[in-house]
């Protein structure tokens, strides 16, 4: 069951540019994780936030959890070609229980 | 974090055939460690949640017969896939939930190719 949407699916950027990620469901989730997976790779944990508006900082990643806990966001400030990979977020209905993954956002930034 | 590995990282095998691939908790007991598949360029797709001592838990239209999930101890959960037929093939990646319930840790993942 996917229960988080991710938009865009696909985004192609250049190099230095801004770009913003949503996962959005209508189902209440106590954490939510933004992860970034490589090909042939298993995914890589970038922050967990669990408190409803809550905003943490990465370098030049921004992330944000809905006043709700329905939604969250990523937003990335200059992009570079590092960026480039899948991202994924993932929510757990309940405190250490099954985690579900979003559709998945795959970012290209181009030099 | 807690510390991964599965194996094998990769594998192939012929249709029909049953194919065991282990995900190990290197650092941390783990009662509960949760089994994905990820077809390419698509989002990860939680199977089953493995449960030590106990059976394991299967997510909605997956086949706990075909897919079979044992956790005998607090550091090894294996998968079996029985009877691999070439839909099989999947990019299959375990995953351990953190101390606070809050996050999980990710093996490498075992790329399953069935001919």
């Known amino acids: 069951t996917q229960l988080l949407e991710q938009s865009p699916q696909f985004l192609s950027i250049q190099e230095g540019e801004n770009l913003t990620v949503y996962c959005n469901s209508s189902s209440v989730f106590s954490s939510l994780q933004w992860y970034r997976q490589e090909p042939g790779e298993g995914p890589v944990l970038l922050v967990t936030?669990?408190?409803?508006?809550e905003v943490k900082k990465l370098k030049r990643l921004t992330f944000q959890f809905g006043d709700a806990r329905k939604d969250s966001s990523l937003h990335i400030t200059a992009a570079q070609t590092g960026d480039t990979g899948l991202y994924l977020c993932?929510?757990?209905?309940?405190?250490?229980?099954?985690?579900?993954f979003g559709t998945g956002t795959s970012l290209t930034v181009i030099p | 974090g807690a510390v991964v590995s599965q194996h094998p990282s990769w594998v192939i095998c012929k249709s029909g055939t049953s194919v065991k691939i282990e995900c190990r908790s290197l650092?941390?007991?783990?009662?509960?460690m949760f089994w994905y598949r990820q077809f390419p360029k698509q989002s990860l797709m939680l199977m089953a949640t493995?449960?030590?001592?106990?059976?394991?838990?299967?997510e909605q239209g997956v086949e706990k017969d075909k897919f079979l999930i044992n956790h005998a101890s607090l550091t090894l959960s294996t998968l079996t896939v029985t009877s691999a037929h070439p839909e099989d093939s999947s990019f299959y990646i375990c995953?351990?939930?953190?101390?606070?319930?809050?996050?999980?840790?990710f093996g490498p993942g075992t790329r399953l190719t069935v001919t």
């Open positions: 936030v669990v408190t409803g508006g």
């Open positions: 995953s351990v939930p953190g101390r606070e319930g809050y996050e999980q840790y």
């Open positions: 650092d941390f007991q783990a009662t509960t």
């Open positions: 993932a929510g757990s209905p309940n405190t250490g229980n099954q985690f579900y």
């Open positions: 493995s449960n030590e001592g106990s059976k394991a838990t299967y």
